[in-house]
Nanobody, 125 residues
Framework: QVHLVESGGGLVQAGGSLRLSCAAS????????MGWFRQAPGKEREFVAA????????VYADSVKGRFTISRDNAKNTVYLQMNSLKPEDTAVYYC??????????????????WGQGTLVTVSS
């Protein structure tokens, strides 16, 4: 079983940057597509970004394209989300997810295999 632990959240001013990390432990991490989702107060969880297990394919929500970058280091069992030009509307709890299905299915798949506990990102105006 793979366990996911997010870190890197915090308080940042609008226009600033943060890098989130998701460390996986347990069984092999390499064959899982990885994704980031977020949930703002009073809203449903939404897809942010995903990356294929080899790292060759990435998918982004329109709201973060050009500002966020997802990457992974399979040797370190870690996936990252670099967030630049942050906006107050990016405020949310960010969750890491893993699934052995196709990465292009992650945005619509609400039955992903693994989820982390989440890390809070707060962007002040």
């Amino acid at each position: 079983q793979v366990h996911l632990v997010e870190s890197g959240g915090g308080l940042v001013q609008a226009g600033g940057s943060l890098r989130l990390s998701c460390a996986a432990s347990g069984r092999t991490f390499s064959y899982y597509a990885m994704g980031w989702f977020r949930q703002a107060p009073g809203k449903e969880r939404e897809f942010v970004a995903a990356i294929s297990w080899r790292g060759g394919v990435t998918v982004y929500a329109d709201s973060v394209k050009g500002r966020f970058t997802i990457s992974r280091d399979n040797a370190k069992n870690t996936v990252y989300l670099q967030m630049n030009s942050l906006k107050p509307e990016d405020t949310a709890v960010y969750y890491c997810a893993a699934d052995r299905g196709p990465v292009v299915d992650m945005p619509r798949n609400r039955n992903l295999e693994l989820w982390g506990q989440g890390t809070l990102v707060t962007v002040s105006s």
